[in-house]
């Protein structure tokens, strides 16, 4: 079966330019997961959804993040303006269980952003 | 918060022995999940094993093992007969609520 699919690949911009990642999870996998990854550390969630619908943002700095899953299936996630620290490596990941904790995340390539 | 540690940045083993990673982790739930996973160079990370937290038995798969010490708050991964393929980043992740990640640890594996 295809893995999750990201692009771009590598992005870099200006600093207070807009910015947006797509994302398509594996074919029938209800949750979707983005993930902010700083050189050096672990991935932290920034969304989840589940089907179309928000599960948790808590940790999206959402006066700058935005993320929608349409339909339920592919997802953007949009930074506009972004900043020097957000540079880093931004992971997509699907999941076949509905928001079950123990599903097993299947990970994309990532997206690399380097903001200057 | 939930926070996850990994005190080890980087460690080495020979090709064929043994290595420990080790991690804890700090929560007030009773009920979550643990997870390794593992993030190769070509940065594609992927799931080497996972632990319910209401099982005592340690979950093993192939090469890998875990040790779970609740009380302690303790989730170590154990590579047997370690390969150079095994190298690459290893992240503990903890899963109740929300989920979070250690820092993870740098594998190298010698020749």
């Known amino acids: 079966e295809a893995g999750v699919a990201q692009s771009p690949r590598y992005k870099i911009i200006e600093k207070r330019q807009s910015v947006a990642f797509w994302c398509n999870p594996i074919?029938?996998?209800?949750?979707l997961y983005w993930y902010q990854q700083i050189l050096g550390q672990g991935p932290k969630l920034l969304i989840q959804f589940q089907n179309n619908g928000v599960v948790d943002d808590s940790q999206l700095p959402k006066d700058r993040f935005s993320a929608e899953r349409l339909k339920g299936v592919d997802s953007t996630l949009k930074i506009q303006p972004a900043k020097l620290e957000d540079s880093a490596v931004y992971l997509c990941a699907s999941s076949s269980t509905e928001a079950g904790r123990m599903d097993t995340q299947y990970f994309g390539p990532g997206t690399r952003l380097t903001v200057l | 918060a939930q926070t996850v540690t990994q005190s080890q940045p980087e460690m080495s083993v020979q090709e064929a022995e043994t290595v420990t990673l080790s991690c804890t982790y700090d929560?007030?739930?009773?009920?979550?999940?643990l997870f390794w996973y593992k993030q190769p160079p070509s940065r594609q990370m992927i799931l080497v094993i996972r632990q319910e937290a209401y099982k005592q038995q340690n979950a093993t798969e192939n090469r890998f093992s875990v040790n779970f010490q609740k009380a302690a708050k303790s989730f170590s991964l154990k590579i047997s007969d370690s390969q150079l393929g095994d190298a690459a980043m290893y992240f503990c992740?903890?899963?109740?609520?929300?989920?979070?990640f250690g820092a993870g640890t740098r594998l190298t594996v010698k020749p």
């Open positions: 992740a903890y899963r109740s609520n929300d989920m979070r």
């Open positions: 074919s029938g996998h209800a949750t």
């Open positions: 929560t007030s739930e009773s009920d979550y999940y």
